[in-house]
């Protein structure tokens, strides 16, 4: 069994910043692409950021220039670096993997998500 266990939620002001952490367990072979998505209240999921095994990083357009993501193969593990944060980046953000197991199975993770509040 494999799961993302995220950290680093919480209530920051306008203009603040927080970082998240995802952090992969279980039976993996190898993570490919790791990414965060977040969910508004009464909006669809969304891509932030995403960054596959290559490190080529992607990022949508209301985020880029504000946040990083980036991640630590050894420790199997993608951070999410949040910068000038706004109050429409509230939202609970969700951690993804695509991995492969030790019997070559391809499986598409989530975490249990972490809320981020952005407000005076």
């Known amino acids: 069994q494999v799961q993302l266990v995220e950290s680093g939620g919480g209530l920051v002001q306008p203009g603040g910043s927080l970082r998240l952490s995802c952090v992969a367990s279980g039976s993996i072979f190898s993570i490919n692409a790791m990414g965060w998505y977040r969910q508004a209240p009464g909006k669809q999921r969304e891509l932030v950021a995403s960054i596959p095994s290559g490190g080529n990083t992607n990022y949508a357009d209301s985020v880029k220039g504000r946040f990083t993501i980036s991640r630590d193969n050894v420790k199997n593990t993608v951070y999410l670096q949040m910068n000038s944060l706004k109050p429409e980046d509230t939202a609970v953000y969700y951690c993804?993997?695509?991995?492969?197991?030790?019997?070559?199975?391809?499986?598409?993770?989530w975490g249990q998500g972490t809320l981020v509040t952005v407000s005076s």
């Open positions: 993804n993997a695509i991995i492969t197991t030790p019997t070559y199975r391809y499986l598409e993770i």
